[in-house]
């Protein structure tokens, strides 16, 4: 099954906002409310930013926020910091075998 | 502290097995599902498969049905990654991860809050 599509990457100058999106399908993003983004810096494991479509885990900054509409979801980056400079890869449940999507993943360029 | 602790690099040749581990530890390591992730240099996160930990019930992602096992072992609260023939296509990043829930049913399958450093898996005649 495919891979969630991502941009492969965004920019933006420090304060601004960017979103990231994730278009799936109607058996995955389209059907359900099991929506994950996370942040990966360079040598090191993910971190979980949003689950379960909009809610951050404890630790995480407001500045990240989470939506979905229709077969998209996105991520939301607000007063971008230099710190956010990362790849961010979204994740999906499906309800096929697959069980489990990731996006190709965006790099965020902080200008 | 909730940590994931996974176990070193290793360095193989094609044709060999190999197993890796990743210890739980700061939680109760039944309650919650432990995830497997692969990331090939340069590239993306692929899911490769999951276990209950409680019974040792896996769900595979069809690309590595087959050809990996996922298995675990709760007195020690740890779980592996096992391969019984590695393929240089085998060279990757591997992680642990685990399921930010309690919730142990079938659709609780995405958002991993602890994940482990990693173990690096090099295939290579």
């Known amino acids: 099954q495919s891979a969630l599509t991502q941009p492969a990457s965004v920019s933006g100058s420090p304060g601004q906002s960017i979103t990231i999106s994730c278009t799936g399908t109607?058996?995955?993003?389209?059907?359900?409310?099991?929506v994950s983004w996370y942040q990966q810096r360079p040598g090191k494991p993910p971190i979980l930013m949003i689950y379960?479509?909009?809610n951050r885990p404890s630790g995480i900054s407001n500045r990240f926020s989470g939506s979905k509409s229709g077969l998209t979801a996105s991520l939301t980056v607000s007063g971008l910091q230099a710190e956010d400079e990362a790849d961010y890869y979204c994740?999906?449940?499906?309800?096929?075998?697959?069980?489990?999507?990731f996006g190709g993943g965006t790099k965020l360029t902080v200008l | 502290e909730v940590q994931l602790v996974q176990s070193g690099a290793e360095v193989k040749k094609p044709g060999e097995s190999l197993r890796i581990s990743c210890k739980g530890s700061?939680?109760?390591?039944?309650?919650?599902?432990i995830n497997w992730v692969r990331q090939m240099p340069g590239k993306g996160l692929e899911w490769m498969g999951r276990?209950?930990?409680?019974?040792?019930?896996?769900n595979y992602s069809p690309s590595f049905q087959g050809h990996v096992t996922i298995s675990a072992d709760r007195s020690t609260s740890t779980a592996y990654l096992q391969w019984s023939s590695l393929k240089a296509s085998d060279t990757a990043m591997y992680y642990c991860?685990?399921?930010?829930?309690?919730?142990?049913?079938?659709?609780?399958?995405?958002?991993?809050?602890?994940w482990g450093q990693g173990t690096l898996v090099t295939v290579s005649s």
């Open positions: 991860a685990r399921h930010h829930s309690t919730d142990m049913s079938y659709t609780s399958a995405v958002g991993y809050d602890h």
């Open positions: 700061g939680y109760t390591f039944t309650s919650h599902w």
């Open positions: 276990i209950d930990p409680t019974d040792s019930y896996t």
């Open positions: 109607s058996g995955d993003i389209g059907a359900y409310n099991f």
């Open positions: 379960d479509v909009s």
């Open positions: 994740s999906s449940y499906t309800n096929t075998t697959t069980l489990v999507l």
